[in-house]
């Protein structure tokens, strides 16, 4: 248990649908991300958030759309996805985005778009 | 822009024996954190050591130790006296030492069986 918990941990969703997936974290820190794991291939960041602020956008297509009302929460909202966006999506915070702080992960949501 | 090898996509050892995990990157800074995560089937992702790279001594944590050699840019871990419980994915990752930057790269990984 790392302080960091994420909701749903799987979620099988057509591509017609709108989910969100939720992030929350205990630790009191201050950065948040999300992460993109896909078979295979090294992981992907895809935002970052530090002090409620998005800071990096990895490319990431419009129709993943963060939101991170404060520094404990983040959302990842689905909307029109595609089979090929079939991943784990791993959240994960850290102290201080610019320290040496690790990052904490959530144990991550599994997506299956059908 | 910085990147993360790890050529070893799985690898196998017997319980109390060693084992090295290789990693190498590239960059062109000088000062960066370079780490070790591991990840059960569980998924949750947990850090296993980490190494400053203006730090020339070589990280450890318990049986869990770090070969870091700058100039060839090399980041290798080595678990000694393996047990079942370190059969993981394991990650190698970089970060810049930047102030503004947070972002982590990741190798591909390298699958852990330890064999009783």
């Known amino acids: 248990e790392t302080g960091v918990t994420q909701t749903p941990r799987h979620l099988v969703m057509g591509m017609t649908n709108k989910k969100s997936l939720k992030c929350e974290q205990h630790?009191?820190?201050?950065?948040m991300y999300w992460y993109k794991q896909s078979a295979k291939k090294p992981l992907e960041l895809m935002f970052v958030?530090?002090?409620?602020?998005?800071?990096e956008n990895n490319s990431v297509p419009s129709r993943f759309s963060p939101e991170c009302p404060n520094s404990s929460h983040l959302f990842l909202h689905l909307h029109t996805l595609q089979p090929e966006d079939s991943a784990l999506y791993l959240c994960?915070?850290?102290?201080?985005?610019?320290?040496?702080?690790?990052?904490?992960f959530g144990p991550g949501t599994r997506l299956t778009v059908t | 822009a910085q990147t993360v090898t790890q050529s070893q996509p799985e690898m196998s050892v017997q319980e109390a024996e060693t084992v090295t995990l290789s990693c190498t990157y590239d960059?062109?800074?000088?000062?960066?954190?370079l780490f070790w995560y591991k990840q059960p089937p569980s998924r949750q992702m947990i850090l296993v050591i980490r190494?400053?790279?203006?730090?020339?001594q070589n990280a450890t944590e318990n049986r869990f130790s770090v070969n870091f050699q700058k100039a060839a840019k090399s980041f290798s871990l080595k678990i000694s006296d393996s047990q079942l419980g370190d059969a993981a994915m394991y990650f190698c990752?970089?970060?810049?030492?930047?102030?503004?930057?947070?972002?982590?790269?990741f190798g591909e990984g390298t699958q852990l069986t330890v064999n009783p």
């Open positions: 994960a915070s850290s102290q201080d985005p610019s320290g040496i702080g690790e990052q904490y």
């Open positions: 630790l009191g820190h201050n950065a």
């Open positions: 958030y530090n002090f409620k602020e998005q800071t």
């Open positions: 960059t062109s800074e000088s000062d960066y954190y």
């Open positions: 190494q400053e790279a203006y730090k020339q």
């Open positions: 990752a970089y970060r810049t030492a930047e102030t503004s930057g947070s972002r982590l790269t």
